[in-house]
């Protein structure tokens, strides 16, 4: 809008009037801020500093009160409803509340570090009135003053060094600082206003000076700016009319003179730059910028129109050369290493990604070799790929763009790359790819693999087409190579093949002797523990439990004494064939926890059968583990001792009868001192009887358990 306003010589003899005009009016506008910035000094006195003082008065008075109050509470023996407990109370429940809800809102108007302080002053009178409060739940009637323990703690509160009296200090002390601040405060915007109020009377007399000078000089200097730059345009007219251009226009001011004075200037400045515009062309700097001085500039639109054309055919041949070249360099390392596939992989990679002026690439290579698995492309190279992202080399088909790209046999170019699909790693930290190029390596339609790069700048069509046209020859070179390896593969597995089966001849015939008399003897010894197992089973119990308790086997002593079949047995648990002879399932449980955790475990137990008959077995339960040390598997070991039992029941009922006959032995006592001999003779028997049966019975289960043992390692 500027730019539009003509400075008209009208306008400037208007100018001279309006500015003063303008002066006075400018003088009022500051006579009307000094005011207003007075009144709000004094709004601030009255409504900030004023009320502040006020309630942090209030504020230091209730912390004085408080205290004055507790010290009574603790040292005066009174009921709860003296005054001063009530005053406490009301303190407490209200005026505290009221006073610190009314402190903090106008403590928003305050200074950061103000309200900081006042922060740290309201937690300490939180803390204070909380240690009060637990004083005043001490003493809460007549009679706890007569306790003395109760005295002796809160009394220490209210000393010098208490909790009570140092934090009401420190309150104390934090107000005074903030009342002491608040006062500076009204004292500086005191004095701040009686400041400007001597300045606005300084100003008011230079002001109405300045007014009158300016008048003036203004009429001097609109007289002079009309004459001078007339002359002076008239001057360089008359020599730009003669072809001189170089002209000096200097211009100043916004009036018609002006108006005319940047027309002359844009005039010449228009054809110096086509002059040296055409210059430019013609010596072959087709780069050169030119801006023509209007749409209808005739001259500078044909001159830019013949740039463009010159300027695309140079781009075209540079293309084509840039492309020529990189096939023939491509050409040169396809040969050069199509016997090698890693130099090859990745020395065509590299030369890509730096030829394209890329950042990183990749070469996947698709992996048929193999029928029965579904073919996937596989990284074989990786050019300043960050390793994160390929953590995993494997792709299958059709998973993320590779596969997708493999998939559709079809370039894949994307420029709104996902954010971490993959990041370039710089000397100035990570970041997002702008353009994503995936190529499929394939020739005659048939795919051998994907070419994907990543670079900070988006690829040119013409790059698209080179990376496309050297896709090709690089599928040829790797068909190539991939049959050549092959066969050369192939050749040297037969060869090796070859020698091998001629080494395993001879040593097949040196082992065929010894496997035969290895056979012989294992056949002999698997007769004898086949024989040894048999006996076993005919004489002890074996049952095989899983880690559940779950019965998985059993053999025939087993069943011969439980008189139940193979299929009665199996899957049941444990506690099924004992059914309600379990004196404590607590300690039933704890027996199987520890066989389950490793526990060797040696009982007796006694068994209802089905038919209501009782027996007794002296079991030992061993659990089997495997070559990792767990426990697979319960081998218990059992030995029917129902007859010892039975030998210790009737040995107990004969002790029973021996005592129920002993008052008839007191009339003889002749007769009851040969009886009672021969009943202790008889009883001590029994009882080295029986020892002797538990220790036969524990040695057989011992055996029985190695035997086990040794049949559960064999089995493995």
């Known amino acids: 809008m500027l730019k539009n306003f003509k400075f008209t010589i009208v306008r400037k003899i208007n100018l001279g009037f309006s500015l003063i005009i303008t002066a006075v009016l400018i003088n009022s506008f500051i006579i009307f801020i000094t005011l207003n910035k007075n009144i709000s000094i004094n709004n601030k006195i009255n409504s900030e500093n004023i009320p502040s003082l006020e309630i942090l008065e209030k504020f230091k008075q209730t912390i004085v009160e408080s205290k004055m109050f507790i010290t009574n509470w603790i040292f005066v023996q009174s009921p709860n409803d003296t005054p001063d407990k009530q005053s406490l109370r009301e303190l407490h429940s209200k005026r505290y509340v009221d006073i610190k809800n009314n402190i903090i809102k106008i403590s928003l108007k305050w200074d950061e570090q103000d309200k900081n302080d006042l922060h740290a002053i309201i937690n300490t009178s939180d803390s204070l009135f909380a240690t009060q409060k637990n004083v005043m739940s001490y003493l809460n009637s007549f009679e706890s003053y007569d306790d003395a323990m109760i005295i002796f703690e809160v009394r220490p509160l209210i000393d010098k060094e208490g909790a009570i009296n140092i934090e009401t200090a420190k309150i104390l002390l934090g107000l005074n600082k903030i009342i002491e601040k608040q006062k500076q405060s009204a004292t500086l915007d005191n004095t701040e206003m009686n400041n400007a109020l001597s300045r606005f009377r300084i100003y008011i007399v230079i002001v109405t000076l300045f007014i009158i000078i300016g008048g003036l000089i203004l009429q001097y200097i609109t007289v002079s700016s ?8 008239n001057k360089i007219i008359k020599s730009v009319g003669f072809g001189n251009l170089n002209q000096n226009i200097e211009i100043k001011g916004n009036d018609e003179i002006t108006d005319m004075s940047m027309s002359l200037s844009q005039l010449i400045g228009g054809l110096k730059e086509t002059s040296e515009f055409a210059l430019q062309i013609g010596s072959g700097n087709l780069n050169a910028e030119f801006k023509p001085l209007s749409n209808e500039d005739i001259l500078g639109n044909a001159l830019l129109k013949m740039r463009d054309s010159l300027k695309q055919v140079a781009d075209d041949d540079k293309k084509r050369n840039w492309a020529t070249e990189g096939m023939a360099r491509i050409g040169e390392i396809l040969r050069k290493h199509n016997d090698n596939e890693t130099l090859l992989y990745d020395n065509t990679v590299a030369f890509i990604v730096n030829y394209l002026e890329a950042n990183q690439g ?32 494997r792709i299958e088909i059709g ?3 590779v596969g997708q790209c493999v998939q559709e046999n079809d370039t894949i170019f994307i420029t709104d790359v996902p954010d971490n699909y993959i990041e370039i790693t710089s000397g100035l930290g990570h970041a997002n790819p702008r353009s994503i190029l995936i190529v499929p390596l394939k020739i005659n339609d048939q795919t051998f693999g994907v070419i994907e790069i990543a670079s900070f700048k988006v690829f040119e069509k013409h790059h698209i087409e080179f990376v496309e046209k050297l896709a090709e020859s690089i599928a040829s070179t790797i068909s190539n190579v991939k049959v050549n390896i092959r066969t050369k593969l192939l050749l040297e597995q037969s060869q090796q093949h070859s020698e091998n089966l001629k080494a395993q001849e001879e040593e097949m015939r040196q082992n065929m002797e010894e496997l035969a008399a290895t056979q012989e003897e294992m056949r002999r010894k698997s007769a004898e523990l086949e024989s040894t197992f048999k006996a076993i089973d005919a004489t002890i119990g074996a049952i095989e439990y899983s880690v559940e308790g779950i019965i998985i086997s059993a053999n025939d002593y087993i069943l011969r004494i ?30 199987w926890n520890d066989i389950a955790n490793g526990v060797v475990v040696k009982r007796e137990q006694q068994y209802k059968l089905w038919n209501g008959k009782n027996i007794w077995l002296q079991e030992t339960y061993n659990p089997s583990r495997d070559e990792y040390n767990n426990i697979i598997k319960i081998f218990a070991g059992l030995i029917d001792i129902t007859e010892s039992k039975e030998l210790i029941r009737t040995s107990q009922h004969t002790n029973e009868e021996l005592k129920a006959q002993e008052e008839e032995m007191r009339q003889n006592l002749e007769e009851l001192a040969t009886t009672q001999e021969e009943m202790e003779r008889v009883h001590n028997e029994q009882i080295e009887k029986d020892s002797e049966i538990k220790k036969k019975y524990e040695a057989e289960l011992l055996k029985l358990q190695e035997m086990l043992t040794q049949k559960s390692i064999n089995e493995n």
């Open 226 to 233: 009309i004459k001078k730059p007339i002359n002076n345009l």
């Open 399 to 401: 998973e993320g763009l």
């Open 362 to 393: 990749g070469l996947f290579i698709m992996n048929d070799n193999d029928e029965n698995e579904e073919p996937y492309v596989m990284l074989v190279s990786a050019y300043a790929y960050n390793k994160k992202k390929y953590l995993i080399k």
């Open 562 to 591: 439980f008189e139940i079949t193979d299929s009665e047995i199996i899957g049941k648990k444990h506690i099924d064939l004992i059914g309600n002879t379990i004196p404590n399932i607590n300690e039933y449980n704890k027996m």
